[in-house]
């Protein structure tokens, strides 16, 4: 009996040490890989998955884009490409081990914006996890090991950050922030972001330096509008301010802060028919709230004084 289990037992071990293992053979296939311009892409991985045995092992492409595949199995072959940054394609082939197979030149598109693959997907959740739960410097250390197995995903600087952000290292975020900038140089948000380290440091003049950065028509977030506005109002930049924060209200017609700061501005400036209609209108929104009894005090002053 014991003799039986021991031969059922190295049955079970050399199918483990062999099945993996189906795919070898004397097959060997070279491919290239560009991108639509025709310049080499290193770093693409490759997977090749040999069909009848479901089996199949990953190679990485060179400076020249180079890639090889030696000792495969006759046989369909599905081919996929991937890189970050850069659309994936899948291909299929038959592999011959008795002639030479042709070389395989594929060309890969970039992609508008970060492409996951299915591990980056995995370690980009684990490090958002921990950024989620407050754990930034365990999400900080995720992030780095991701743009080392990820050089390409250069977007991942921005989660980097913003967690030294969260840790009041307004520093570390700028540099982060900025590496982003290098390759997205008309990304608003990050303009946005690089303003708002300057502006938690009460820096208000750098962060209006690089909120005037940011091309006004295209800022559709009232709180962006808002947060520049009342940077501009700190450096007693009131008829900037103003711009802000009407537009604020424009974009969102129920914004308290955004009313609220507005009227004050109006205000500030003597405006006092403006400021009547903007308070008014705040009124229609809150009537009850603490601020609320502010606003109608200063309504009440100012209908006093505009007759």
Request: a negative charge; proline letters at 3%; one cysteine or more.
């Amino acid at each position: 009996m014991r003799r039986i289990i021991l031969v059922l037992a190295l049955i079970v071990l050399l199918g483990t040490l062999v099945f993996p293992q189906v795919w070898k053979g004397k097959g060997r296939l070279l491919g290239y890989v560009y991108d639509t311009e025709g310049n080499p892409l290193e770093g693409v991985k490759v997977k090749l998955l040999y069909v009848r045995g479901n089996v199949g092992f990953d190679v990485v492409t060179d400076a020249e884009g180079k890639w090889n595949a030696s000792w495969i199995r006759n046989g369909a072959w599905n081919i996929d490409f991937e890189k970050v940054g850069y659309m994936p394609k899948k291909i299929s082939v038959d592999i011959s081990e008795v002639r030479k197979n042709p070389d395989i030149t594929v060309n890969l598109e970039k992609a508008e914006g970060l492409l996951l693959t299915d591990e980056l997907k995995n370690a980009l959740n684990e490090g958002n996890a921990l950024f989620d739960t407050e754990k930034y410097e365990e999400a900080i250390a995720v992030y780095n090991k991701i743009l080392e197995d990820y050089p390409d995903a250069y977007i991942i600087h921005k989660n980097i950050g913003n967690a030294y952000f969260q840790l009041e290292k307004y520093n570390e975020a700028e540099e982060s922030y900025k590496k982003v900038l290098e390759q997205a140089p008309d990304d608003n948000e990050l303009k946005m972001l690089i303003g708002n380290c300057y502006s938690n440091q009460n820096e208000n003049e750098k962060a209006i330096e690089w909120y005037g950065k940011i091309d006004f028509e295209k800022i559709s977030d009232p709180i962006v509008l808002y947060n520049i506005g009342s940077n501009y109002k700190n450096l007693s930049k009131y008829e900037e301010a103003l711009k802000y924060y009407r537009r604020s209200v424009e974009i969102k017609e129920d914004f308290l802060d955004g009313l609220y700061q507005l009227g004050l501005t109006h205000l500030t400036l003597g405006q006092f028919p403006e400021a009547i209609t903007v308070f008014e209108n705040y009124l229609k929104h809150d009537s009850e709230s603490e601020r609320a009894t502010q606003v109608k005090g200063f309504l009440e002053y100012l209908r006093r004084r505009t007759g």
